[in-house]
């Protein structure tokens, strides 16, 4: 697949076919299980707002802010692949690579809280839709991660778009969980 | 870096400050609709700006669309 393929095709999405379909599995199952949680909402409304009340939601804000600005240099990086400028797109994989990193420290020091007040899974049904949703993002940011480190590390030019396109949409499909995540967990209840 | 790109992002950020504020100021049932309606904006953002899923065959806007409209109709029921 080189840069001339049509993305109007059905079959070729920018990514690929296979990665959207992944891409859509995922969001289907987190978003069946966010539904769920503000169907379990209902039932014990005021542990829900008690446990949100635990939560600080500045860590939700800046891990949010920290994954867009990993997508923008991601995005970045797959226009510079095409204006065949390999030291920008290398530099902006890297920087996208730094805010997931700073991603995952941040998630670190809230589960660190956490786990220190003894709000840990099994706590209550809140807290067991926390841990269980955040760890399933947290593995998928720590894919992503080794996905664009494999490609900072391959050679220039055994790299094709259609690679440089399926990284970079895993990666934003790490963008798209949190942005469901991040009301639902942090905000609304 | 591109333009589209960098305006998208800030917008992206700005809506990411206005529903956080949102949250602190009210927690009426519409105040949080509004708050997964901006989230989903965000969502749609990312996928046609930072995805480039604007460039792609109707087919995946339609099923994106259809994700976010399910999601969204799922929570207003619900809450």
Known sequence: MDKSVNHKNIYYPPGGILMWIIIFLELITFGIALISMMYMSKSDPIVFHESRLLLDPVYGFINTVVLLTSGLFMASSVYEFKQSNKVKFKKHVGFAILFGI?????????????????????????????????????IHVVVGLVILTTLILSSENKIELADVEASASFWHMCDLIWLLLFPVIYLIF | MKKH???????????????????????????????????????????????????????????????????????????
């Open chain 2, 5 to 79: 790109l960098v305006v998208s992002w800030i917008v992206l950020i700005v809506i990411t400050g206005v529903a956080s504020l949102l949250s602190i100021l009210d927690v009426e049932s519409s105040t949080i609709l509004l708050i997964l309606f901006l989230s989903l904006v965000k969502f749609l953002g990312v996928s046609f700006y930072f995805m480039e899923m604007n460039r792609s065959n109707s087919f995946w806007k339609v099923a994106i669309l259809l994700f976010v409209t399910i999601f969204l109709l799922s929570a207003t029921i619900i809450l």
């Open chain 1, 102 to 138: 700073i991603f995952l420290v941040v998630k670190f020091i809230e589960y660190n809280s956490k786990i220190g007040a003894g709000l840990i899974l099994g706590y209550n049904t809140f807290f067991n839709f926390y841990w269980l949703l955040t760890l399933f993002h947290v």
